[in-house]
């Protein structure tokens, strides 16, 4: 089942119709998120090196990072401070974490 009542010949109310909005929004974000890593994972390991992380965030500024912002991203993406962050560190703390990355 979808979640989506089809009871009422394929209509749905105003909370199921949120509800599938949120849904689509956050597959969107995650297929963006994803797209996001694998563009900046150069040599397709699925972790970010330090060097791999300032190239992609190179291109996210348009302009090179600072050593704080990278050191800043580095200690708040690699949860488990293996000196890489996995795709799974990347996907629950970069947009949460961004503008504290950023401010540095």
């Avoid at 708040?76 to 799974?88: F, I, M, R």
Wanted: with cysteine; net charge negative.
């Amino acid at each position: 089942s979808s979640g989506i009542n089809a009871e009422y010949g394929g209509c749905i109310n105003f909370q199921e119709f949120l509800a599938l909005s949120m849904k689509l929004q956050n597959d969107k974000t995650e297929q963006s998120l994803q797209a996001l890593f694998t563009g900046m994972d150069a040599d397709g390991d699925r972790f970010l090196t330090r060097d791999e992380l300032k190239h992609g965030m190179t291109k996210f500024l348009g302009k090179e990072p600072t050593e704080a912002q990278l050191e800043s991203a580095l200690v708040t993406l690699d949860v488990n401070k293996d000196g890489k962050v996995s795709y799974a560190e990347f996907a629950s703390n970069f947009l949460c974490r961004l503008h504290t990355i950023l401010d540095k």
